[in-house]
């Protein structure tokens, strides 16, 4: 099983849906809209070519400079007996951000998606008990977004042009 | 049969027939700040929720402002058991998102520092499962010897539990004649320990009627749990990060990846204990091939990385490209190249993964870490369900729920 193989395959059954097609250091990474999202993961884990069924990792990325699709939800994917592994994306509108849940295909992801709500306020639809995890219940904000920078604005005591980001 | 079938409750009686318990968060039995609501009957258990974040520190938000050297002191608080194979792990990762190389007495004596680092997670998971079970001797025996290891450590990086050890491209110094010879005494001494500690439990009745069966699961619901490392290698299922993907010259070793069958805390222990000699052994070829290194081979501590490696402190003094090398890294000025990577290692817990996105600034675009126990955690209420209060405690601590890892 190759990256060439399994874009194949994925590009036979969804045609122009994947779009955005890499291999950053050797990983295939695509990505989908989200009405696409459970459809690719559940052909990924049914097929018995792909069989990816282990979820390693899933985690959203904020980009605010593009509009309509500032968050990004990323899985990993795993097929263990190939040892082949996928990177695959979806982009959602920070207005908006709603996408279906993994929960029914992967236990793991329960308390990665909360991880993800809680961090960034993605509303994964169908997840059986959304809240926040490690940060407190009363939190009204997600934090992880770029619009909260890390160090306390009201500082002005440190010139920034010079050092750091 | 269950008790409650024998209470009845006069109507309108606000009173329930199952008890509510508090598990944690600082309770002694679970080793670290896990809170478990459980509900039980008697003594057995009907459901557990578990809470976690009592000891979240930001830690991927805090790494989208620093560079990639200061990373590494917050990887260290992430699994503090076993802190090297952190560091090393996020070394490695960076190193492959430079493109950087590393000699192989560099790959050898990471590989030494890793796996001590692994004896050392197990041996404290271990001996603790024991000391839950009420068998308090092997902690004592087996607990001297993180002594030993610590020893080592601070004899290569000068610090015992948050180690900070290594840099990118290698080591901070040459590991001194002083540190092989701690590790040797632990090569000679460690085995004959591990060895009675395996004799007082192994097929000790009292252990084995505590922990087989208990918190028992399927290589199936393991892998869709997310189970990585030792305990989805319990469950029969033979994933180790070492093999699949070898890093750090992994490959050129002999080792057997010890799998249990049932996935229960036995089991799991066994695999732990397989998995500490496998590391012994490693060591021993490590070692070996580190000896064979001579004359300016074995002066080879780091790879040829000016931009991120610091200089020497008598260059900074002497000469203007070391020194302007210094400045540039102390300040974090310099630019990480562009790009998205997901690496892995198999750290003592399972796949401990780093996925960093970079757009080509000082510090990460993003950072996040694939923590193994904060995922197979949530699997805790199944392996609980239906098994009595003290197996509760068992699991938790033969799953080796570590608070830092958890938590992040």
């Not at chain 2, 992430?78 to 560091?87: A, G, K, M, R, V």
């Not at chain 2, 395996?198 to 393991?222: H, K, V, Y």
Request: hydrophobic residues 35%; proline residues 4%.
């Amino acid at each position: 099983m190759t990256n060439e193989t399994i874009q194949k395959k994925l590009t036979e059954k969804f045609g122009d849906a994947l779009t955005d097609w890499q291999e950053p250091y050797g990983m295939l990474t695509f990505s989908a809209t989200k009405d696409f999202n459970l459809k690719v993961l559940q052909f990924l884990f049914d097929d018995e070519f792909l069989s990816f069924r282990f979820l390693t990792d899933l985690q959203a990325v904020h980009y605010p400079d593009r509009t309509g699709e500032e968050l990004a939800v990323v899985y990993h994917l795993h097929n263990l007996t190939d040892n082949v592994r996928i990177r695959f994306k979806v982009f959602l509108d920070i207005q908006n951000p709603s996408v279906f849940s993994a929960t029914a295909l992967y236990q793991s992801a329960n308390f990665m998606e909360r991880e993800t709500y809680d961090f960034f306020g993605v509303n994964f639809v169908g997840h059986p008990n959304l809240i926040r995890i490690l940060n407190v219940d009363e939190m009204d904000y997600f934090p992880m977004r770029k619009e909260f920078p890390l160090e306390d604005q009201s500082r002005v005591d440190k010139d920034d042009d010079m050092f750091g980001r | 049969m269950s008790q409650s079938e024998h209470i009845v409750l006069p109507e309108g009686s606000i009173e329930k027939l199952t008890t509510t318990l508090n598990l944690g968060p600082t309770h002694p039995a679970t080793h670290g700040v896990f809170q478990n609501v459980l509900e039980l009957d008697g003594e057995r258990i009907l459901s557990a929720v578990s809470t976690v974040g009592y000891i979240h520190r930001a830690f991927e938000k805090l790494a989208e402002r620093r560079p990639l050297y200061q990373i590494t002191p917050i990887t260290d608080r992430l699994n503090y058991c076993s802190s090297p194979l952190n560091n090393m792990g996020w070394h490695l990762t960076c190193e492959k998102l430079l493109g950087v190389t590393t000699p192989k007495r560099v790959d050898y004596l990471r590989i030494i520092i890793m796996e001590l680092s692994r004896i050392s997670d197990h041996l404290i998971c271990n001996s603790i499962v024991g000391v839950d079970s009420g068998a308090y001797s092997g902690f004592l025996y087996l607990m001297q010897f993180r002594e030993l290891i610590y020893e080592i450590y601070e004899e290569v990086c000068g610090s015992r539990l948050t180690t900070n050890i290594g840099r990118i491209g290698g080591f901070e110094r040459n590991f001194t004649n002083v540190a092989f010879e701690k590790l040797e005494q632990f090569l000679a001494t460690y085995p004959k320990q591990l060895k009675e500690f395996e004799t007082l439990f192994t097929r000790n009745r009292i252990f084995m009627d505590r922990t087989i069966g208990c918190g028992a699961i399927t290589a199936e619901r393991a892998m869709n749990y997310g189970f990585t490392g030792p305990n989805l290698r319990a469950t029969g299922v033979d994933y180790d990060v070492r093999v699949h993907t070898p890093y750090s010259s992994y490959e050129d070793f002999d080792f057997k990846i010890p799998v249990g069958t049932t996935g229960d805390c036995y089991d799991r222990f066994l695999v732990r204990n397989e998995e500490m000699w496998e590391s012994l052994s490693i060591i021993n070829q490590a070692y070996k091939k580190v000896q064979e290194f001579k004359g300016t081979d074995a002066e080879v501590f780091h790879a040829d990385v000016p931009a991120y490696y610091l200089p020497e402190k008598k260059d900074v003094y002497t000469k203007m490209e070391a020194l302007i090398y210094h400045f540039k890294i102390i300040m974090g000025e310099t630019d990480i190249p562009a790009g998205e990577l997901y690496s892995s290692i198999e750290a003592a817990n399972g796949e401990l993964g780093f996925y960093i996105i970079s757009d080509g600034g000082r510090t990460p675009y993003r950072l996040h870490f694939r923590r193994p126990c904060f995922i197979y955690y949530q699997a805790y209420p199944e392996l609980t369900k239906g098994g009595m209060l003290s197996d509760a405690v068992i699991t938790m601590s033969s799953l080796n729920l570590i608070a830092g890892e958890l938590d992040a």
